[in-house]
């Protein structure tokens, strides 16, 4: 059994935590690149090979059309979900994506679970490389208000990375876990997470009892449509118009230039932050330069009705709590966009009291989902968290009405009953049509799922079938249909309105590993053999140093015979045995290390290792 | 979404006479007493059974609340992430059940719903949309003023002497909402006294129950007549 993780998956950058037990903290761990952010960005080559992360975000600027970012938009959508925002992606969409969206990267396809693993494998690597172990179950988090196909989708993209996902967790309640550790906070919380795409706000309780603290979400509500990405959009549009009118280039051919143009009006949204003005500096196609000074003033304007569109599920959450702004005894600020001033001030104004920010916004959910992880795999329960669902559950009942059976904010596992029957004589199937959502009529609410319910044939209202709905604690429907007559379990088949079936995770988790660069043993074989050479070159050069003659004829058979074995070891793709040779050899050593050490020096030493002196 | 036979398998997981684990003589208490084995949801136990209350409908908010959190730390599927798939779908029946019954009892209208519904004398989602005999003039006005509301907004006639008569009618109905709910505690009260003599060995009095029953039901159905008025004026005048 391997090690255990906490992973956030987002827009912009994912990242990969655990919970150090030296310091009982969490911890994000780096990548190859020194830093902890892996960019949420993967590019196909063109010799079909993926690249992830930092590398991947590079090629946006060159291979635009093979490269694809903020895919968690596109988890758990339809084509149609999404038609407004694809016209500024430069992303080509399979045409018979319909239900799936598929998304072409050079000669293949790939759904948004396949292409999300991508970048679950690169950071399971990175945590491998770290720990020098296996890493095979993790805790991800999602937006608090993904519906139940973007949770599906992203427990898939989980196996299809390799990964047993122990447990969905929202990602303002692992912000507010990491904050809660950190500060040991009693009362009434407001987590406001506005990141690169997605928008949540969820109203905590922290509690206090016997067996430890728990963590109530009282309410929770959000877009998971909402976020810096629209910032980014909304300044693309009025570059791309204002480009079009100074110099009649239209760039909607030149996924490069509009790559190379987004990441010139980041860094300004960025530079924004701290500064009362900026200049966007951009060379158009052609050579000429693009020059325009943006001030914070007009920025704010600009954006104001995009961080309006916040305050509309802000609101909403705080009455489903039944509480006012004042009620909250803390605010915390989550998420990259929280960095924009008139975000501050807008939540700040609204509650009416600073809110806090003293954990890195972008690091501190990977640091919950990690205290979740330890909670789960150690068992040792100091914390619970008791979450709820962000969206009602709903049965498609006569004249296209939703019946409401499970209410928003319901906490989770929960469950509801419903007896069906027959209408008519000799009918032999009930349809279920299950929604979530919260309005009256079935084409307003998210479709999650159509399934027929076999009956025998009978006079009407005669049979009788109970079905029962239940929202797991990763916020996940599951659904039991038992015949009550016959008093029998029945087996449904479900058609998922969105998303991916069990056949097609299968076949994709196959796929993935043939697409995996190195499994993490062969890695470690290719990281083992250098360092065995590095202490093979090293023993060999103290043996020949003439100080090795105060050595034992038992020490110098041992270091022989260390040597050896150690050779062999390294001509096997055998990590673990490459690894516990160089320890033994290092063991066989320690005594020359100790005799070529100053004799001054000796007892500082001991204990070292020959190639650290 | 995602459906498997073995995940909420009711009939395999189906109360019986003995602990599934270690056969001892089946409670109906969370845990078995002898092994400690989470057990399954006996058939028919409601809520009130659930948090080992009696069906009584005044319950002291904050001792519901702790016990909620103490069965919390004992049911969440948190601490069966390494006990078998059996037990894994226990505690997510048990845990799911307890938040179900919490949702219900913590609020004092649900709780009264509960109760109807468990003794199947109410059915879910169904409530009488007739207006109540005594109210019928007072609906027939009020409706006429949403009428009058609607068309002089549609055509850009005066709306400010409209919205003060609805608002006079809306406070009217928001005053009888609270009669309402006075009674309904009334009746409750009554229940409550009614229980507490049978628990002290007097006979049950099953026409008396009936009685009161069927009044808690009147009130209910009453009372979701008039806050749906109230909630139909409410939106009228904002759109206004």
């Given at each position: 059994?391997?090690?255990?993780?906490?992973?956030?998956?987002?827009?912009?950058?994912?990242?990969?935590?655990?919970?150090?037990?030296?310091?009982?903290?969490?911890?994000?761990?780096p990548g190859p690149h020194g830093s902890a952010l892996c960019p949420s960005v993967v590019s196909v080559d063109e010799d079909g090979k993926v690249i992830i992360g930092e590398p991947a975000r590079q090629r946006l600027l060159t291979q635009a059309d093979r490269t694809i970012y903020s895919v968690k938009r596109l988890m758990g959508r339809g084509v149609s979900d999404v038609q407004d925002e694809l016209r500024l992606f430069p992303f080509h969409i399979d045409a018979d994506s319909r239900n799936v969206i598929r998304v072409r990267l050079g000669d293949k396809l790939f759904t948004a679970p396949e292409i999300s693993a991508f970048i679950l494998r690169e950071l399971k690597s990175w945590a491998e490389d770290y720990f020098k172990e296996p890493v095979d179950r993790a805790v991800i988090t999602v937006p608090a208000y993904f519906n139940d196909a973007q949770r599906q989708a992203t427990k898939d993209a989980g196996r299809i990375a390799g990964l047993e996902v122990l447990r969905l967790v929202n990602e303002p309640t692992a912000a507010a876990l990491a904050y809660g550790l950190h500060k040991q906070k009693r009362g009434r919380v407001a987590v406001y997470d506005f990141g690169g795409g997605t928008f949540d706000i969820s109203i905590l309780k922290l509690i206090s009892t016997d067996e430890g603290e728990i963590y109530q979400v009282l309410a929770t509500n959000g877009d998971t449509h909402l976020g810096g990405d629209d910032i980014d959009n909304d300044l693309q549009r009025r570059m791309r118009e204002k480009i079009t009118e100074l110099f009649h280039i239209d760039l909607s051919k030149q996924p490069e230039a509009v790559q190379r143009l987004r990441k010139a009006l980041i860094a300004a949204k960025h530079e924004l932050s701290p500064n009362d003005s900026t200049t966007l500096r951009f060379e158009l196609p052609g050579g000429r330069l693009f020059d325009e000074t943006i001030s914070r003033e007009v920025f704010n304007r600009w954006i104001e009705p995009i961080v309006a569109r916040t305050m509309g599920p802000v609101k909403q959450a705080l009455s489903d709590a039944k509480l006012a702004p004042t009620d909250m005894d803390e605010v915390v600020l989550v998420g990259g966009s929280t960095r924009i001033p008139l975000v501050r001030e807008t939540v700040g104004e609204y509650f009416g009291r600073a809110p806090h920010s003293e954990l890195n916004p972008d690091e501190v959910v990977a640091l919950g989902a990690a205290v979740q992880a330890d909670i789960l795999e150690s068992g040792v329960k100091t914390m619970l968290l008791l979450d709820v669902t962000p969206l009602s559950l709903g049965i498609e009942t006569m004249g296209g009405v939703v019946a409401k059976i499970i209410p928003r904010n319901s906490t989770i596992p929960a469950s509801a009953q419903e007896l069906f029957t027959t209408g008519v004589e000799n009918q032999t199937g009930i349809d279920v049509h299950v929604l979530q959502g919260e309005r009256e009529l079935a084409k307003d609410c998210r479709s999650l799922a159509r399934f027929q319910l076999k009956v025998p044939p009978g006079p009407a209202g005669l049979a009788r079938i109970e079905v029962k709905f239940l929202i797991d604690a990763n916020g996940i429907l599951q659904v039991a249909a038992r015949d009550l007559r016959a008093?029998?379990?029945?087996?449904?088949?479900?058609?998922?309105?969105?998303?991916?079936?069990?056949?097609?995770?299968?076949?994709m988790l196959e796929e993935s590993i043939e697409f995996a660069e190195q499994d993490f043993s062969e890695r470690q074989v290719i990281e083992s053999r250098p360092e065995a050479d590095t202490i093979l070159h090293a023993t060999e050069k103290t043996l020949r140093d003439p100080r090795s003659n105060e050595l034992s004829a038992d020490e110098r058979r041992s270091i022989d015979e260390s040597v050896a074995a150690l050779r062999a070891a390294v001509a096997t793709t055998d990590y673990k045995l490459i690894r516990r040779r160089i320890d033994e050899l290092n063991q066989a050593t320690m005594h020359l290390a100790e005799i070529l050490m100053n004799s001054a020096l000796q007892t500082a030493?001991?204990?070292k290792r020959l190639e650290d002196i | 979404m995602s459906v498997t036979k073995s995940q909420i398998d009711q009939t395999n997981t189906a109360a019986s006479q003995a602990c599934w684990s270690c056969q001892a003589p089946a409670t109906g208490a969370h845990f078995c007493p002898a092994c400690g084995k989470i057990q399954p949801l006996p058939a028919g136990a409601d809520y009130f059974a659930f948090f080992g209350l009696p069906q009584k409908l005044t319950i002291d908010a904050g001792t519901l609340e702790s016990q909620f959190h103490k069965l919390s730390w004992k049911l969440h599927p948190d601490n069966f992430v390494r006990a078998s798939q059996f037990e894994r779908t226990l505690s997510l029946e048990r845990s799911s059940q307890l938040n179900d019954a919490y949702r219900a009892l913590r609020d004092p209208i649900a709780r009264v719903e509960y109760l109807l519904l468990h003794l199947g004398l109410r059915k879910e989602g169904t409530t009488k949309q007739q207006p109540p005999p005594e109210l019928l003039e007072e609906v027939f006005e009020l409706n006429e003023s949403l009428d009058e509301l609607r068309e002089a907004r549609a055509d850009g006639g005066d709306v400010a002497s409209l919205?003060?008569?609805?608002?006079?009618?809306?406070?009217?109905?928001?005053?009888?909402?609270?009669?309402?709910?006075?009674?309904?505690?009334?009746?409750?009260?009554?229940?409550?006294?009614?229980?507490?003599?049978?628990?002290?060995?007097?006979?049950?009095?099953?026409?008396?129950?009936?009685?009161?029953?069927?009044?808690?039901?009147?009130?209910?159905?009453?009372?979701?007549?008039?806050?749906?008025?109230?909630?139909?004026?409410?939106s009228e005048l904002a759109e206004a």
């Open positions: 059994m391997g090690r255990t993780v906490g992973i956030d998956l987002g827009t912009t950058f994912s990242l990969i935590a655990y919970m150090d037990p030296a310091t009982n903290s969490p911890k994000c761990i008093n029998e379990q029945r087996t449904i088949e479900v058609q998922p309105s969105y998303g991916l079936s069990e056949t097609e995770v299968e076949r030493v001991q204990g | 919205r003060r008569s609805l608002a006079a009618a809306q406070a009217n109905f928001q005053e009888k909402l609270e009669e309402v709910d006075a009674e309904l505690a009334t009746v409750c009260r009554e229940w409550d006294i009614a229980l507490d003599k049978h628990a002290d060995d007097a006979p049950v009095d099953e026409a008396q129950r009936k009685v009161l029953l069927a009044r808690m039901n009147e009130v209910l159905n009453r009372r979701s007549y008039i806050r749906n008025l109230v909630a139909s004026v409410a």
